[in-house]
């Protein structure tokens, strides 16, 4: 979205005084997070927090599948269909429904709707 023209480098302004605490904003705020989310160097939104989320795979599964392990969110997707339709669950997550309404395991449900469904966000 940055290269695209749609956000605002925040660079600049992250250099000035915050009005609440009389610091520079990038001493108010996590540098990992600004550093972690720079396009080309530059700051184009302020993270308060993150997850990271890391998927393992099967190896042995995927080299009997003859897939390699995918790049971009789309090639997950064509890959969790291959491997559903050789009779196998994709994606598995350890819970129970009282974990899920817990809040527990919940996020995975939240992620993957995001995930699934972010091409219904209109550009």
């Not at 009389?22 to 993270?47: H, M």
């Amino acid at each position: 979205m940055y290269e695209r023209g749609l956000m605002v480098n925040l660079s600049p302004f992250l250099s000035l005084r915050n009005p609440y605490t009389g610091r520079l904003w990038t001493e108010t705020l996590n540098a990992q997070f600004l550093e972690k989310f720079k396009v080309g160097g530059d700051s184009t939104f302020v993270p308060l927090d993150f997850i990271e989320i890391a998927f393992y795979y099967n190896a042995d599964l995927f080299a009997r599948l003859g897939l390699s392990p995918p790049g971009v969110w789309e090639e997950m997707l064509r890959h969790a269909e291959r491997i559903r339709q050789a009779g196998i669950i994709p994606f598995a997550v350890p819970g129970n429904a009282d974990s899920y309404w817990a809040g527990t395991v919940g996020w995975i449900a939240r992620f993957f709707s995001d995930a699934y469904l972010r091409h219904l966000v209109h550009r």
